[in-house]
Structures are given as C-alpha cells and as structure tokens.
C-alpha cells in the first residue's frame, strides 16, 4: 500500500476523526472483513472469494479476492500465475451473467487497500459512487492493469512492474476524457450526464 496517494476518503472507507485504530482495524485492511461479510459475499470457494465492491464505481463492480495472503502486486512471483488465471477466468464467468454489459477485468496500479483484488468492473460506470476525477482515471487510464496484461508480465519477467508514486499522481490528474468516445467533459457532472449517452 502507498500511503500517499490518498484515497481512503474518496470511498468513506477511512476515519479522519476518533481515536486511532490499531493496524488491525487499519481502513487499509477492509477488503479482508469484506471477504467474510454475507451481505457482500457473491462466491467462494477454496481459491478465491468474490464480493460486490463497497462502493461501486459502475452498475457492477465486483472484487475477486485470492483466499491466500498476498498483500499487494510486488509480492507477487511466477509460482502465483495459475491462481491470477483462475481469478480472470471466475471474473470471465462472473461478468458473463450479464451479457448486456461490457466489463473490464483488472488491478489498480497502486492500490489503496491491502490484499490483492481483481476489479470486475462494467464499463456503464454508471453510479453514485463514481465521484471523483480520481476515481475516474484509476479506472480509465493505464493506472487500471489489464488483468490480462498483468498475467503476462508475470509470466514474462517474473514479477509486476511497480508505478512510481508521482507517476501514479500524474495519471491519477489527467485531464479528463470520455473513455468511449472524443467528449472532453468540462467537469464530473458533465461528464455522468455524457456518459448516460453511451448507455442507451
Ligand atoms: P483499490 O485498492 O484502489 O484497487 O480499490 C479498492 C476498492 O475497494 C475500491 O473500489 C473501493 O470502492 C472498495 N472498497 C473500499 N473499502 C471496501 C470494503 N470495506 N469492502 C468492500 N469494498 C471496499
Ligand atoms: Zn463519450
């Protein structure tokens, strides 16, 4: 986790008031009290956990969860190859339950919370939730890994290629731009409303 890119207010997931919780309690850690709450349970089994995303930044967003500890992508080596590809192929299978949306499968290049987790994310992004300009490049520019290209780069080199923070910044800060078409929203709102556009 890089704590200076600071996105845990961005999903209410963090306390900036009260007295400070131990790393336990830490916001950083609440995928993992996810993976065992059945109010956002999906599936499981003895791999992986899939949970619908706390705060979901389209009309489905699903988190696909290795049911091992593997804290963030640099901890990531050739022996967990099989298991990235069992949880493309269950967010493959997942997405495929909706076959009017589209959907893209992949990794924030620096996380805000701890255990690797798989986005299965439709790309209407339409939701309340989706908020910031933010939210909105970590999941449209390439701050957002293919899983596909992840897999690969394991397989290639070994390991995951980690982005430098101010790299992560500058992504994260890019004007934006509809991730469909030439429209170069003026702002947020204007940028929901276009996106309405795409969905009819
Ligand atoms: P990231 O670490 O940037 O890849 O994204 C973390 C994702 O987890 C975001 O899409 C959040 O909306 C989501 N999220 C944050 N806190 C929780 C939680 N406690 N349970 C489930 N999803 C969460
Ligand atoms: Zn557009």
């Known amino acids: 986790m890089n704590s200076s890119i600071k996105r845990k207010n961005d999903d209410d997931s963090g306390s900036s008031t ?7 309690g830490h ?30 930044k389209a009309k489905y967003h699903f988190l696909v969860l290795p049911q091992e500890c593997i ?3 640099k901890s990531l080596n ?8 069992y949880m493309h192929k269950k967010g493959e299978n997942l997405a495929a339950q909706y076959p009017g949306s589209e959907f ?28 910031t300009k933010k939210h909105w490049n970590s999941f449209t520019t390439s701050y957002f890994i293919d899983s596909d290209m992840l897999i690969q780069q394991l397989k290639e080199k070994g390991n995951v290629k980690s982005l ?10 890019e004007p934006l731009k509809c991730h469909k078409c030439d429209f170069v929203p003026k702002n947020m709102p204007n940028l929901k409303e276009h996106l309405l556009k795409h969905i009819e």
């Open 18 to 24: 009260g007295p400070k919780k131990s790393f336990k």
């Open 27 to 56: 916001w950083s850690q609440g995928l993992l009290q996810s993976m065992s709450d059945p109010a956002l349970l999906v599936e499981k089994d003895e791999k992986i956990v899939i949970i619908k995303d706390k705060y979901p």
């Open 71 to 73: 804290p963030d992508l």
């Open 78 to 85: 050739s022996s967990h190859l099989k298991l990235l590809k």
């Open 104 to 131: 893209r499968f992949g990794y924030h290049a620096i996380p805000s919370m701890s255990q690797i987790h798989l986005h299965v994310i439709s790309q209407d992004f339409n939701s309340p939730c989706l908020k």
């Open 164 to 173: 430098s923070e101010a790299n992560g910044k500058q992504l994260l800060s």
